[in-house]
């Protein structure tokens, strides 16, 4: 007996000193590390719910840019959109260029970055061509976004915003769906002239895709492009439709030309 309990205390002797202490250089690196991961992760999240929000703001613009297909409102309609942009570059983009304001950043939260981004160039891009009836290129995006920043008075210091052309490119291909809407949307309001001058350049805006090298490009690019093309062939079977009906029935409007089967 006296055997065994000695033998059990030595073992419980090598097992407190098998226990080793942490070099407290080590452990002070790791608890340091641990924060800078912490701080990251909290940086990526922050970046994250920012841009979903610049989402979800900027599709809330696009259903306003819609209603300005009824002529009485898009003065109206167009006014609202412009100060709803302005507000989305003086909050959610001035946010997300606070926190990735080093480049190395903005390219490690890049993906949590982009959808925002393409969501708000869809915006600015439909009013844009609302209003001039021409395509927003990226230097007046930058320069827009520049300019809104730099009428807040609460902003200052703050980076320059500069726009990638993958980033440019793939929200100016969304475009081609809200335009097929709002041309059809314009035929029911009577609104010939606007849904031809959008055919027109919605056939010139897929040959200029349709000409450039694919080549190492996102596969999302790619299939944007076939969304585009099938955007363009619904407005000119809506138009081609109607001039077959004028041409049948020159002496009805169009609205009662639509309801002909």
Known sequence: KK?????????????????????????????QYRQ???????????VFNESYTLTKSSKKIIVTLQQASKIHLKTEKLSSAKASLDKLCQTHIVTILQDAADPKDYYLFHKHITNGYQEFIEALSFYH???YGTLISINEIEQFVNTAIKNDKNTTNLPVFTL???????GILDLAGELMRFATTSISQQNETMAKDICIFMGQFYNCFKSLNWKGQPKDMKKKVEVVYNSLLKVEVIMTNLHMKRAEFPHLDIETMQNLT
């Open 129 to 131: 061509f609302l209003t």
């Open 36 to 46: 800078f991961i912490d701080n990251r992760n909290d940086l990526k999240q922050k």
């Open 3 to 31: 055997s065994k309990t000695s033998s059990g205390q030595n073992n419980k002797n090598k097992k407190n000193t098998s226990k080793k202490v942490m070099n407290p250089i080590i452990e002070s690196n790791f608890l």
């Open 164 to 170: 990638s052309h993958q980033d440019y490119l793939l």
